[in-house]
């Protein structure tokens, strides 16, 4: 069925009809851009380049530019509008006798439109008013927008017409990113984070690698996995939830240190904070321990604040946010007993489940050790963290796959860092005794079996790789997405996440603008 058009598109579509009988092709080929906007802005110098009553400039400014109409004023046989590139804006004027015959009367004032992408050449100027301007000499249409912008009107100190839902926002995002030049620079941002920390490992001569998306068994996390069908093969895969086990088995064969900036997928809810799609960097690094690991991972953001920002003093929502090193380091059951009262160290199941009763937490029977104790920190503890903090020695019944404490009976080497009340980070001593790493495996299945579907399964792959010998290793999960969180101060995951994953529309129901309805019992930075 043929799609019905608004009134507004129609017009656009008979203005593009138009154009084609005037032999005007709607959609160029290409065009060459010698300037942008913020450059020519940047670089005009009245001096050189201004033309005054006593003669033309001693240097004329000669650019080709190209962009988007943003806004236009008609004033007879001249024109004014400001083209939208890239960088930013620049206003153009447009005179009838500079453009070749008939084009301005028939093509500029009638078949364009505000969205249509054109090229100009011509030189720069400042206006009476003081404004610099592209004076137009020649101007070619490169593509028709067939759809109007919602473009932001202000008046009386008033915005009007403001593309405010959040939800469509997200889910048209290449409109978004035309309405609201800034959220380009978040993700220009979010770039540059990327490559400050790319840099930052490369230097210390750690090795990125690239592990399968599709794994015949999921592992590295406490998570669901999304799954798929191999046909050739008849065999079920999953995409992968963590890079954790397939990284492990590089240090095995002789690198000592590999990363793996990659995609990742749980099969969880939605919320500010989780998306089923998301980025991690996971770090490998052999004969080291998480102790060690802390002050990489503190020196590492710190440059990278220092890199987007010239500080490590950042605003985070109404709160001011120091990465500056060292970090805060807090025992969990020291944690949870400065908030709670409770004392959970060496408690069993029974006892546990007792506590997180008398505390208000909703549990159920298939909830372990391990999950009582991440749901009495995850509700009392974690959000009251807002300076970067490290959480070490977790119970060994929440992270099968770290390295026995070398002191403390019952727990783990390992650490989270927590900023403004969620995790970014989580870090083990690896464990490398494959016989007890089978027993963890074990236990996992034994949850499993009493319906806890974020269990581990069996890898015995990665045992045989194990049992060759691993050094000791230090590991590493960041996640990317909740740290441009941070370094952006963007308040939602979709915010950092260009095409975040969304209700289909005739589906959605609008809650928080297009946040929907959520859940928390999982965190897309967590390797385990």
């Known amino acids: 069925m043929a799609r019905e058009y608004s009134e507004q598109e129609q017009v656009r579509r008979d203005a593009r009809a138009n154009m084609e009988e005037a032999g005007v092709n709607p ?21 050189r380049h201004q033309a005054t009553e006593e003669g033309p400039a001693p240097e004329e400014l000669r650019v080709s530019i190209a962009g988007r109409i943003m806004s236009r004023r008609i004033m007879g046989k001249a024109a004014f509008f400001h083209l939208q590139d890239e960088s930013g804006r620049i206003q153009v004027y447009v005179s009838r006798d500079d453009l070749p015959e008939g084009f301005y009367n028939s093509v500029f004032k009638k078949m364009l439109d505000i969205g249509d992408v054109v090229g100009i050449e011509g030189f720069v100027f400042r206006t009476r008013v003081g404004e ?16 109007p912008f919602p473009i932001e009107k202000e008046q009386d100190g008033h915005v009007y017409n403001a593309m405010t839902d959040k939800e469509f926002r997200y889910r048209q995002r290449y409109v978004d990113l035309v309405v609201h030049p800034e959220v380009r620079d978040t993700f220009r941002q979010r770039a540059r984070m990327i490559s400050t920390m790319r840099s930052f490992l490369d230097e210390r001569g750690y090795v990125e690698v690239e592990t399968p998306v599709l794994q015949p068994i999921y592992g590295g996390a406490a998570a669901r996995p999304f799954t798929t069908h191999h046909n050739a093969l008849d065999m079920k895969l ?24 990659s995609k990742d997928f749980r099969n969880e809810g939605l919320s500010r904070f989780h998306n089923p799609e998301f ?12 102790d060690w690991m802390m002050g990489l991972v503190e020196e590492m953001v710190e440059s990278i604040a220092l890199a987007l920002h010239g500080t490590t003093e950042l605003i985070v929502g109404d709160k001011t946010i120091s990465f500056k090193r060292p970090w805060k380091r807090l025992p969990l059951f020291d944690a949870i007993e400065e908030r709670t009262g409770e004392q959970l160290f060496g408690k069993d199941q029974a006892e546990l489940a007792a506590i997180a009763k008398k505390l208000g937490l909703e549990i159920d029977d298939t909830m372990g ?7 009495i920190f995850g509700e009392f503890v974690e959000p009251h963290l807002i300076q970067p903090t490290y959480i070490t020695d977790y119970p060994i019944e929440l992270s099968p796959l770290a390295k026995r404490h070398r002191s403390k009976n019952g727990l783990v080497e390992r650490f989270e860092a927590i900023v403004n009340g969620k995790e970014l980070c989580n870090a083990f001593s690896e464990l490398n005794d494959p016989d007890d790493q089978r027993a963890r495996f074990e236990d ?13 399964q069996m890898d015995e792959d990665y045992l045989r790789a194990l049992e060759y010998g691993m050094p000791p290793t230090a590991g590493l999960g960041i996640g990317i997405d909740r740290l441009a969180m941070l370094m952006t101060n963007s308040e939602s995951i979709r915010d950092v996440i ?12 609008s ?3 297009g946040e929907g309805s959520t859940t928390e019992d999982s965190d897309e930075s967590r390797k385990a």
């Not at 954790?244 to 000592?256: M, P, S, T």
């Not at 980025?279 to 998480?290: N, R, S």
């Not at 050790?369 to 749901?375: N, P, Q, S, T």
């Not at 260009?498 to 129901?509: A, D, M």
């Open 132 to 147: 610099i301007s592209v004076h137009a000499q020649q101007l070619e249409v490169l593509s028709k927008a067939l759809r």
């Open 511 to 513: 809650d928080e603008h």
């Open 444 to 456: 996992q299945e034994r949850l499993g079996n009493k319906g806890d579907d974020e269990a581990m």
């Open 27 to 47: 959609y160029a080929y290409s065009w060459n851009v010698t300037h942008h906007s913020d450059e020519i802005l940047e670089s005009f110098d009245d001096a």
């Open 238 to 261: 999953y995409m992968r939830i963590a890079d954790e086990l397939y990284l492990k088995r590089l240090i095995v064969g002789g690198f000592d240190g590999v990363y793996e900036i």
């Open 279 to 290: 980025t991690m960097m996971e770090l490998y690094v052999a004969y080291k321990d998480y």
């Open 498 to 509: 260009l095409f975040p994953l969304l209700r289909p529309e005739s589906e959605h129901e």
């Open 369 to 375: 050790v391990g999950k009582l104790i991440d749901e």
